[in-house]
């Protein structure tokens, strides 16, 4: 079951990421990278939110996962602005790619986080 959900989990993650990675690439057009990337992470967490509640784990959408739910890309924004701003900046990372970058390095952490919030309980603890 877990390796159903973390497959489904992935399929999602590359669909919210290529929706966001468009977003982001239209916005960075006409705003600086940070801004765009912000708006774009704000889509990311309303779209991935109902994908991993109907789809990945298939519970009911409820206030208060809704609310939980962006604490986990909260932090996770942070750490991802941090290695994009040194992927940019020190790595001379084109902007288009960093964000795919910090993605892909902090997607199997926010794959138990995100099941610990929507499930309530950890990955590897499943009913018998």
Request: glycine share 4%.
């Amino acid at each position: 079951m877990i390796r159903s959900e973390f497959l489904r989990f992935l399929l999602t993650g590359s669909a919210n990421t290529a929706a966001s990675w468009l977003l982001y690439l239209a916005c960075n057009l006409v705003m600086p990278y940070t801004v765009a990337y912000t708006l774009a992470y704000v889509f990311g967490i309303v779209f991935t939110y109902y994908l991993n509640t109907r789809w990945v784990f298939k519970v009911k959408m409820q206030w208060r996962t809704f609310l939980q739910f962006p604490m986990i890309y909260v932090v996770r924004y942070g750490m991802d602005l941090l290695v994009i701003f040194s992927l940019v900046h020190y790595w001379q990372c084109p902007e288009s790619v960093a964000p795919l970058l910090a993605i892909a390095m902090n997607m199997p952490l926010t794959f138990i986080v995100t099941r610990l919030v929507l499930k309530n309980r950890p990955a590897g603890n499943t009913p018998a």
